[in-house]
């Protein structure tokens, strides 16, 4: 028996500036039918479905619904032929009541033409109740919890209509018993004829609810396949298995003695539209080593040298040793203090001062070692800078260039030499070659690789399997903030990392 | 190098400049009594007040923050200070009586104003109060008290040291017009040399990145309000001296004329972006055109609407200049 193609996207190919997100990739939805979507982070299964749903209007390839070519430009257009996506990160105003998110934009009126709240709530509850959400559709959506608001936004999907409907890991904040809900649902769902998109990182769901699985693997279609056909550990031999070649050589160098020790780090830390979550996680590091934290996004990564570079403050417990001394910092000087760098994820937003010039960026964290006379002694501030400028080759006119005109690579390398001139004996690097080119990338593995040898821990967050599994003497996989695993340099394997790292409930 | 720094400097504040020599020469063809020494010290004079407050407005406004209660604040330190001058402090219960030297006038008045500041900043860095709605708190608590301490009543004839501070000159120089340029010179010096002048910039381009820099941004925060508490209390000893006499709505509206400087001079309301030498030149331009159109007979009403447009333009020009940028 043939399924019918629904919506079929051939070809797509998604360039950002310097990548190529996707490279021409073929997928089909079919109707009443799940087609599950799987792939690392960064195989570029967002960008494919965020086409699919009209986010982004600039691509290769064609879009045929039923057959007939069509584009999306915006969201909407593609809501009004019945295409939603349920996202991940949420897209509600936390200040409203639960109805009139779902019907914002599109409130029912009255014939005096204000809104006519009766039916919008009667409605509401409809959707509501075949989601399983329990609550009244007045509740002002900030006080819901995570998983409660992630029900709206697919109680919201439900009253668009939708014959094509794209959840993107829809169970990451639900819990069990909602989860469960959410499954009948979508086998609801599938006897309307719905075609349905899942995007999971968890394979025990996929025998449970997808008669389909495409793997996306770097932006290239690896594959689709029937459920059935397959297996688990197949599945996963199709995410990772890429050939294995070395990135860079790593040097071998001397490790020393334990330079942090980290024990039993605990958070809990609700923000608007998500919780930061830390179970007792442990570790350490030595003198001279590299060690790679992996795990999926949301694992809790970021948040494990968030906490120990002192930025939760009171919402984090457990302790830190280093050199003798036991304690948590509160506040990044304390950290710093330490011996503690952290150089962030986000270099745009917590990295650099992108209005100040070069100069002025890589002084900031240690501006006290620049003073003369008790002011800022601007002719060795740009001595310094140009200092850095030179050993860690970044590119600009002069250091009195602002940071915001830099390349990407560049201003990494910028927050390097800030947090490299306080001279850290224990480095975090959170994701330090995201969105940068291939020979930043590669001076930035030799500077990682130097730091170590120097006798200096370095603590290295990546997403890229490749490279953390080049870089690292040891890695830790991290779930749903707990460690799951550590692995040492010979027993490093892709499929070994992603097994570890996939949540299991 | 030097030539490029000097350049970079001057960006920001070229427009403003340039503004301030075009209204000056019109002026000066325009009406016969503005170019003359007595107007220009009559000027000067008028804009030492408002330079004082706007120098910490500057430092405010830099780190992303506004201060409304700058007025205020003014005031209660005037009239307090006046009162001290004058009859000193009495305690009735026990039949004490403190009298006070002008300079432990001057002491208290700018205690008073670096508290009241410092309130505004705790307000703003612990409890998070927006700081439009915290200075604004301030603006009108402050304006309470004064009324409290003066009754409702100016406080007058102060004495010759008092009198010295508004009406008299050193080296040819008036003293408000003095006191103006030493508060100018130090903090400007200031901005750019001591770190936390650098740590003022940092936190209103990007606050985030220097808390992971690991700067203090509450104590930097809490210090830009002192700041501008003291300068306000400045400005309140020099407005006090040239009136003898401290006035209960003394410094009405004077938060608005000093934000308009610092917008003037080209000084971004989002922080990070200006400097306190452009706030001079956007307070001589307020008061060059004050004092033109006072000159040229244009009537009162019309002199705010002009004024308004000013400001207007102003911040268009600014904008236009973010979006080369």
């Known amino acids: 028996m043939l399924d019918s193609v629904l919506l079929e996207a051939r070809k797509i190919t998604k360039r950002w500036p310097g990548v190529v997100a996707l490279d021409g990739v073929d997928f089909r939805v079919y109707a009443g039918r799940v087609n599950a979507l799987v792939g690392e982070n960064g195989a570029g299964k967002s960008t494919l479905m965020n086409i699919l749903s009209g986010v982004y209007a600039d691509y290769e390839g064609e879009l045929l619904l039923e057959g007939a070519p069509i584009r999306f430009r915006t969201t909407a257009e593609a809501q009004k032929v019945g295409v939603t996506m349920v996202h991940q990160e949420l897209n509600l105003i936390p200040q409203l009541n639960v109805a009139e998110n779902i019907f914002l934009g599109r409130e029912p009126r009255s014939c005096m033409g204000l809104i006519d709240y009766n039916k919008m709530h009667g409605e509401a509850q409809q959707h509501l109740r075949r989601v399983g959400f329990v609550h009244d559709s007045h509740t002002t959506l900030c006080d819901l919890k995570v998983g409660e608001q992630q029900l709206v936004e697919i109680a919201k999907a439900l009253s668009l209509r939708a014959r094509v409907l794209i959840f993107d890991e829809p169970t990451s904040s639900l819990s069990e018993q909602e989860t469960q809900t959410l499954f009948r649902l979508i086998d609801e769902l599938k006897r309307e004829g719905v075609g349905i998109v899942y995007i999971t990182h968890k394979m025990d769901e996929l025998s449970r609810l997808a008669d389909y699985v495409t793997v996306l693997r770097d932006g290239h279609l690896i594959g689709e396949h029937r459920v059935h056909d397959t297996s688990t550990d197949e599945i996963v031999r199709l995410m990772v298995g890429r050939e294995r070649k070395d990135l860079f050589v790593k040097n071998d160098h001397p490790k020393g003695e334990v330079a942090l020790e980290v024990r039993s780090l605990s958070l809990e830390k609700r923000l608007q539209n998500r919780t930061l979550k830390l179970e007792e996680v442990s570790f350490e590091v030595c003198r001279g080593e590299v060690l790679g934290i992996y795990g999926l996004m949301g694992a809790g990564r970021t948040e494990v040298v968030e906490t120990i570079f002192g930025l939760h403050g009171a919402a984090a417990k457990g302790v830190l040793r280093i050199g003798g001394r036991e304690f948590l910092p509160k506040t990044p000087r304390e950290a710093m203090d330490a011996g503690i760098a952290l150089i962030p994820e986000d270099r745009k937003h917590d990295g650099l001062v992108l209005g100040m010039d070069i100069a002025r960026n890589t002084t900031l964290a240690s501006l006290d070692t620049m003073l003369r006379w008790g002011g800022i002694d601007r002719g060795r501030e740009e001595a310094e800078a140009e200092h850095y400028r030179a050993e860690l080759a970044i590119k600009s006119h002069s250091v009195q260039q602002p940071a915001g005109e830099l390349s990407g690579g560049n201003q990494q390398k910028v927050v390097l030499a800030k947090m490299l001139r306080t001279d850290p004996q224990i480095l975090l690097l959170d994701e330090p070659t995201r969105g940068i080119d291939i020979n930043a990338k590669n001076e930035i593995y030799k500077l990682i690789d130097r730091l170590a040898a120097e006798g200096r821990a370095v603590v290295v967050i990546s997403s890229e399997m490749p490279e953390i599994m080049a870089l690292s003497d040891r890695i830790i996989t991290l779930s749903a903030g707990r460690v799951t695993a550590c692995f040492n340099r010979d027993e490093f394997t892709e499929e070994a990392l992603l097994k570890a790292s996939l949540p299991t409930k | ?325």
Not at chain 2, 48 to 77: H, Q
Not at chain 2, 215 to 220: G, L, Q, S, T
Not at chain 2, 292 to 299: C, I, K, Y
């Open chain 2, 1 to 325: 190098m030097l030539k490029t720094q000097i350049l970079r400097i001057d960006r920001s504040t070229l427009r403003p400049l340039v503004a301030l020599v075009v209204m000056v020469l019109a002026l000066s063809l325009l009406s016969e009594s503005f170019f003359t020494s007595d107007n220009i010290f009559n000027v000067m004079r008028q804009v030492s007040v408002n330079l004082c407050i706007s120098v910490g407005m500057t430092l405010v406004i830099l780190t992303g923050g506004i201060d409304l209660s700058v007025g205020s604040i003014l005031a209660l330190s005037g009239a307090v200070s006046a009162g001290l001058i004058k009859s000193g402090l009495q305690f009735a219960g026990i039949n004490l009586h403190v009298g006070f030297t002008f300079f432990g006038v001057v002491v208290v008045a700018l205690l008073i104003g670096g508290l009241l500041g410092w309130f505004n900043g705790q307000m703003v860095t612990r409890f998070k109060v927006p700081p439009f709605i915290a200075t604004l708190g301030m603006l009108t608590i402050a304006r309470g008290m004064t009324m409290l301490y003066t009754n409702g009543h100016p406080i007058t004839g102060l004495g010759a040291q008092f009198e010295y501070l508004g009406t008299g000159w050193f080296c040819g120089i008036p003293m408000p017009v003095l006191v103006a340029v030493l508060v100018v010179l130090l903090f400007a010096l200031f901005m750019r040399k001591a770190p936390w002048g650098r740590y003022i910039y940092a936190i209103g381009g990007n606050e985030r990145a220097s808390r992971l820099s690991g700067i203090d941004v509450n104590r930097v925060k809490c210090f830009v309000y002192t700041v501008a508490g003291v300068l306000s209390a400045v400005a309140a000893l020099i407005v006090t001296a040239r009136l003898d006499s401290a006035q209960p709505n003394a410094g009405t509206g004077y938060e608005l004329d000093s934000i308009a400087a610092v917008v003037i001079g080209g000084t971004s309301l989002n922080g990070g972006r200006g400097s306190v030498w452009g706030t001079v030149i956007g307070a001589l331009i307020i008061g060059v055109l004050n004092n033109g159109l006072v000159l040229m007979n244009v009537s009162p009403f019309w002199q705010q609407v002009i004024k308004g447009v000013v400001i207007l333009l102003a911040v268009i020009m600014d904008r236009m200049n973010a979006k080369e940028a």
